[in-house]
């Protein structure tokens, strides 16, 4: 576990289950929680259970956010890495899109650039983020991200298109 | 008649593996191909060969991969449509033309019209999204005239030769599809029911290639 000036970093475990399945809520689609196709998924808790389950979820692909009180607030990620090229992809989720104003936010962040580009020595971070996800979208531009575009009409859901744009950040 | 005109696609299936890997091994042709460049010949034979056994022939596959063929040049390229999601109506297209010689103008063009007519007329897609590398300028044009969008730019997202390149994402909406299709009429005799068909009539009695077509 990791203490950062506003709460706590650490590998996410099967007992994060019921929060992180909070975040697969229909009315509210998230881009990182997509699958390959762009397709929501509605797993119950015990497949959210069973996903944290799983080693390479152990061994440090999922990080559950804690404030300082130790309750769960969210999670981050580091995905999707090209090697070759030298990229990734970056969720930053949080149960409450508040959170996104808060120092919290920013710990988990710094965290998450830590990781990829110190750590795993990557040239940029690309993060995406559905219409609906202002917070988040708000946060990347306010923290080094720029829009690299938006897919029109990518998501068909709640009946009607979203788009997804996605963000991009280099290192240094 | 120009092979431009009597070109069709049909579904690939494990006869076309040669000509396949033919295409892959010529460097000209793999430095626009996806994936890691130092794949060794026997693994890039294993992915062709798992790629043709799992396109399916109906149902509502996650991927499709037919052929690009044509009478007079036999095949001459390869479509690939991966990432079809049925909910959001929406696919990635890949296609690539095997034969250098005709890799530029009218065939490349036709391929890419065929390819875009089965998604939107076939598939009943919504749209259609290709991420295509900065440096196929020939490519990523053609998707232009067709009424695509550049939406995104990544920059330096793809690896080739120690350098890092951009790559454009491409997307086009049916309705995009449709007002380039009114531009350009219907071009008589390549729409995708005159290919079946021409495919019929070329088939011998009880199935043959008209049998095999994917449309």
């Known amino acids: ?172 | 008649m120009p092979p431009s005109l009597t070109s069709f696609i049909r579904r690939a299936d494990r006869d076309d593996l040669d000509t396949i890997v033919g295409w892959v091994e010529d460097p000209d042709f793999a430095r626009f191909l996806y994936g890691d460049p130092a794949r060794s010949p026997r693994q890039v034979r294993e992915q062709i060969v798992s790629m043709l056994g799992r396109t399916a022939g109906h149902t509502m596959p996650g991927g499709i991969y037919l052929m690009i063929d044509s009478k007079e040049h036999g095949p001459i390229g390869l479509l690939s449509l991966q990432h079809i999601s049925w909910r959001n109506r929406c696919c990635s297209v890949d296609f690539y033309i095997g034969k250098k010689e005709l890799r530029n103008g009218i065939v490349a063009g036709m391929a890419a019209y065929r390819t875009l007519e089965y998604c939107f007329d076939e598939l009943n897609l919504h749209r259609v999204q290709a991420y295509i590398y900065a440096f196929n300028r020939a490519s990523w044009r053609l998707l232009e005239m067709t009424g695509a969008v550049r939406e995104l730019t990544l920059r330096e997202h793809v690896s080739r030769d120690g350098k890092l390149y951009d790559v454009y994402g491409y997307g086009l909406l049916r309705h995009e599809f449709e007002v380039f299709r009114e531009r350009v009429g219907r071009m008589r005799g390549v729409s995708l029911q005159d290919m079946v068909r021409a495919l019929e009539e070329a088939a011998p009695e009880g199935g043959g290639a008209g049998a095999e077509s994917s449309a």
């Not at chain 1, 152990?58 to 580091?78: I, K, M, N, P």
């Not at chain 1, 104003?101 to 990781?115: C, H, M, S």
């Not at chain 1, 750590?119 to 988040?136: H, I, P, S, V």
């Open chain 1, 1 to 172: 576990m990791i203490q950062t000036p506003h709460g706590y970093i650490r590998a996410a475990e099967r007992e994060d289950a019921p929060a992180l399945a909070r975040l697969y809520d229909p009315e509210y689609p998230r881009a990182a929680l997509l699958d390959a196709k762009r397709e929501p998924i509605m797993p119950t808790e015990d497949e959210v259970r069973e996903l944290l389950s799983r080693k390479e979820v152990q061994q440090g692909v999922l990080y559950a956010v804690e404030d300082t009180a130790g309750v769960v607030c969210g999670f981050c990620s580091v995905r999707g890495v090209n090697p070759e090229a030298g990229f990734g992809e970056t969720s930053l989720l949080f149960l409450a899109d508040a959170t996104y104003e808060t120092p919290l936010a920013e710990d988990a962040l710094g965290f998450v650039l830590e990781r990829a580009f110190e750590r795993q020595r990557l040239r940029k971070l690309l993060a995406n983020g559905l219409d609906g996800e202002t917070a988040l979208k708000q946060f990347l531009l306010g923290h080094g991200f720029e829009s690299s575009g938006v897919q029109r009409n990518a998501l068909y859901s709640l009946g009607q298109w979203h788009n997804l744009e996605v963000f991009t950040r280099f290192a240094g």
